[in-house]
């Protein structure tokens, strides 16, 4: 039975967020300009070194920028409307286990992270890797990119409830949040660039990188969902 | 839940509060604050600024940990298990609590759902009939004055029914027009069912008196006074309190 409301609850709390958002597209447009101005910086940085550089080598480090600062903005943005007018006491109030409440807000995250690398992903290929020679194996990026992602949407929203009542919430996010996710990065830096590069022999690094990724993605859930408690009531 | 509150001289006791403590760093906003209040009753806190008035107030929401102290609440200790609580507790605030882009029936169906598991269909309807919002229960509350939002936050507070009513300075912001409003929607609310019990924060000392039961001034997180309204007169209580806040108690 409480699992049974505990469900009915994580669904009431989703529901209500991908509501709004498909009614105001105030996150999901905001990730998406924003990673398209990352984009534009980046050519502009590119532009000058002409073809001197092969961008396959350093792709996954400049793909993995552009998916921390967007995430950022949206993790930044994603308590906005819990906390302008009080809602999130609002939910407290409510008999909802307070782990309840942190996996659907971290569903959410991961929900709209998710739909942003969908459409700048493709717009990173089109604008920096259509005239490189792309390895056959280019296509397993998207594993390092769901599982870094789900670590990013997890730790993310363990970190922005944590400051979302603090001065200067913004800076102090990116403070913490960079710092605390390095290890997930690097992994999924690392495999990502194994899979653009196609190297034979490599592929072990591939897939450590992968579980290295997936084994922080199941340390630090776990950890957010046990600590949210404390974290909303400190 | 059906939680019982204690008794004292066969009263039922909804809010027993005993040496709270509440400690931010060096200071100290609770400091041994000690009351309680029947079942039924309505009491107005009165202070100052800085007095701890909202930590009281959301220590009592179950939303904030004393540093030191006991808090039972209906019967229940309020620190023990305040999961068992949550459902029996409403919070009226100065901040609606709402979601703007929601429409007035999506919020109190999402609040709903939070305590039912889902939306309670038949008291929402009743609800926004209370508040008078029947009519607007399509729109998005961004498109409501700031009088609206307060009572379609007084329908959201009650959604689940609660038999404890938290208000934190809910005249905030209000015309007159709108208090005079929220002050009758509240009267309503009040009868609807007589054993609810009611706790509200306020500055206005002329508008919080004339709703309560039970009076209560606060001041350096200390209970000062907390009498029955019916046996203090108004203009002694008013002296008390300027004078409490005069001769810098507060």
């Avoid at chain 2, 107030?57 to 609580?85: K, N, Q, W, Y």
């Amino acid at each position: 039975m409480a699992k049974l409301s505990a469900w009915r609850q994580y669904k009431a709390l989703l529901a209500k967020d991908v509501r709004q958002e498909l009614r105001t597209r105030e996150m999901l447009v905001s990730m998406g300009v924003y990673a398209v101005l990352v984009l534009t910086v980046y050519g502009a940085a590119l532009a000058q070194v002409g073809d001197r550089l092969q961008v396959v080598s350093f792709a996954a480090g400049l793909l993995w920028a552009l998916i921390v600062f967007t995430s950022l903005l949206g993790l930044n943005r994603s308590f906005g409307r819990e906390t302008e007018t009080g809602c999130l006491d609002g939910i407290l109030l409510a008999p909802v286990d307070r782990a309840v409440v942190f996996l659907a807000k971290a569903t959410t995250n991961l929900l709209f992270l998710l739909i942003v690398e969908v459409v700048v992903v493709p717009l990173f290929f089109l604008f920096f890797l259509s005239g490189a020679e792309l390895a056959p194996t280019t296509p397993l990026i998207a594993l390092p990119l769901l599982v870094g992602t789900v670590g990013v949407a997890g730790m993310g929203t363990l970190l922005s409830t944590m400051t979302i009542n603090t001065r200067g919430k913004d800076v102090l996010l990116a403070i913490l949040f960079i710092p605390v996710v390095f290890p997930l990065l690097y992994a999924c830096v690392s495999a990502t660039g194994v899979a653009f590069m196609g190297v034979e022999g490599t592929f072990g690094t591939f897939w450590t990188s992968c579980g290295i990724a997936f084994g922080y993605d199941i340390v630090m859930i776990a950890a957010a969902w046990g600590l949210y408690e404390f974290v909303v009531s400190a | 839940m059906t939680a019982e509150g204690g008794l004292r001289g066969g009263a039922v006791l909804a809010v027993e509060v005993d040496g709270l403590v509440k400690q931010f760093g060096n200071r100290r906003a609770l400091d041994g604050a000690s009351f309680s209040l029947e079942q039924g009753a309505f009491l107005s806190i009165f202070g100052p600024n800085g007095a701890g008035k909202t930590t009281l107030l959301r220590i009592l929401a179950t939303l904030s940990r004393p540093t030191r102290g006991t808090v039972r609440l209906l019967g229940v200790d309020a620190l023990e298990e305040p999961e068992r609580l949550r459902s029996q507790i409403g919070l009226i605030s100065h901040k609606s609590m709402l979601y703007g882009d929601l429409t007035a029936y999506e919020n109190l169906a999402f609040f709903s759902s939070l305590y039912d598991g889902a939306p309670n269909r038949a008291r929402i309807d009743e609800l926004l009939r209370i508040v008078e919002l029947d009519h607007r229960r399509n729109d998005c509350v961004r498109t409501f004055s700031r009088g609206m939002q307060q009572r379609l936050s007084i329908a959201r507070a009650l959604v689940n029914d609660p038999a404890l009513v938290l208000l934190d300075e809910p005249y905030s912001g209000l015309d007159p027009h709108a208090v005079e409003l929220f002050d009758e929607l509240i009267g309503r609310v009040r009868t609807e069912r007589p054993d609810r019990t009611f706790v509200m924060v306020s500055h206005d000392l002329e508008k919080g008196f004339r709703m309560c039961s039970h009076a209560l001034i606060l001041a350096r997180g200390q209970v000062v006074v907390m009498a029955e309204k019916n046996r203090v007169r108004r203009d002694a209580f008013r002296d008390l309190y300027l004078a409490t806040v005069g001769m810098g108690v507060a």
